[in-house]
């Protein structure tokens, strides 16, 4: 029993890690939460979201969210300004230095 409880809290943990994403110690400075930046990511290039981060990063006001969307066998890489909400970058990925 001890090591069923000891397993169900290690799973809970890596279940709570999940949903943290890449630049999460940035959070702070936007003005867009993740979840507003997703619906404005689709908007632009609507399809599944594979991939997220907020990074710090040139252009806008320099934090933006950085989105690959894959709709059927093409992945565009959407940007989106965090602190404005405007779409920065919608781009094949993998056509463009990063």
Excluded: W
């Excluded at 029993?1 to 400075?29: D, P, Q, R, V």
């Excluded at 990511?41 to 710090?56: C, N, R, S, T």
């Amino acid at each position: 029993m001890k090591k069923l409880i000891m397993l169900f809290g290690a799973l809970s943990f890596s279940a709570l890690a999940a949903h943290a994403f890449t630049g999460e110690k940035y959070a702070a400075e936007a003005k867009i939460t993740m979840p507003e930046a997703r619906v404005i990511a689709v908007k632009a290039f609507p399809g599944k979201i594979v991939d997220e981060e907020l990074e710090q990063e040139k252009g806008g006001s320099g934090l933006r969210y950085s989105f690959d969307i894959r709709r059927g066998k093409a992945t565009q890489e959407v940007g989106v300004d965090a602190k404005t909400g405007a779409v920065l970058e919608n781009v094949p990925e993998g056509k463009h230095p990063d």
